[in-house]
């Protein structure tokens, strides 16, 4: 009685409701889509997760974790993804061994939008990433509180946390909504004389310490984090370190933020670029 009754208020509703059945068949194919691809990988899965657990090239890892329930800094742990080996140097060089791992990036990612899971696997850097932060299965063990993008300030670097953030949002959105996903803000200028040294993060810092410098201070542009030697590291990773969370607010759709952003380039994603077009100019001192 009881499924008869619901298989006809169902059935009655989704005649309805054309919208809101086409939207769930929409999500059956693809989840049928997604376990038939699956299905043909999951031999690939198991050989790259049995090397991925024995030695994951691209980790420096830390000490203690954030499923070692029993552990009072778990929640302090941190892994930041770098791009290339010079600047997860800086890094490794000065972290705190004891809560903070490196993830060394070989270039941009994939943009992984609007592929299956099964890239996960196929991609042997996401793969690694993927065994690094211990989220195959889900994010109950995750290995780290926090997961922070470390990239350049430049337009390379903004690319590529488009490209994580993305691969986080497609496959693993909960991380971000969690709040474990953050980007690392790493400073553009150093201003400084003999006696004072100020690290600047804008245009606005920079200026306020030129003032405090006084005459002839001497200015660097840090154009990326390979250029920031581990002595000076330690101060932006250390206890005042600057991190923008991820936020995804409630009414945001993950779908249709991809879609937009890392999508094809249709008018009005071009009408948003012209419309927020920011052209900053070098002033010679």
Do not use: W
């Not at 690939?44 to 499923?67: F, S």
């Not at 670029?273 to 002033?283: H, Q, W």
């Amino acid at each position: 009685f009881i499924n008869d009754f619901l298989k006809r208020e169902l059935d009655n509703y989704l005649h309805r409701n054309t919208d809101v059945a086409e939207i769930i068949e929409k999500k059956i194919k693809q989840a049928e889509y997604e376990r038939k691809a699956m299905a043909g990988v999951k031999k690939l899965a198991k050989e790259r997760a049995k090397k991925a657990n024995l030695h994951n090239k691209k980790l420096r890892d830390c000490r203690v974790h954030y499923n070692d329930h029993k552990k009072e800094e778990r929640h302090e742990t941190t892994i930041f993804i770098t791009e290339g080996d010079s600047a997860s140097g800086s890094i490794t060089k000065t972290r705190d061994i004891k809560t903070q791992a490196v993830f060394s990036l070989r270039g941009k990612p994939l943009n992984s939008f609007g592929l299956s899971k099964k890239i996960v696997y196929e991609n042997e850097e996401f793969n690694l990433l993927q065994a690094a932060l211990n989220i195959e299965q889900g994010i109950d063990e995750l290995r780290y509180n926090k997961i922070v993008i470390a990239t350049d300030a430049d337009v390379d670097g903004m690319h590529i946390r488009l490209l994580l953030i993305t691969f986080f949002l497609q496959f693993f959105p909960e991380l971000v909504k969690e709040g474990h996903v953050y980007v690392l803000e790493t400073p553009l200028f150093r201003v400084r004389n003999k006696k004072e040294t100020h690290y600047c993060y804008s245009d606005e810092e920079k200026q306020i310490a030129m003032e405090k410098v006084g005459k002839n201070p001497e200015i660097t542009r840090f154009k990326g984090l390979g250029e920031i030697s581990p002595n000076e590291f330690k101060h932006f990773i250390g206890k005042d370190i600057r991190l923008e969370p991820v936020i995804l607010g409630k009414e945001n759709k993950i779908q249709e933020i991809l879609t937009f952003f890392m999508g094809k380039n249709t008018p009005d994603r071009q009408k948003f670029i012209i419309d927020n077009l920011r052209v900053e100019e070098e002033i010679e001192l």
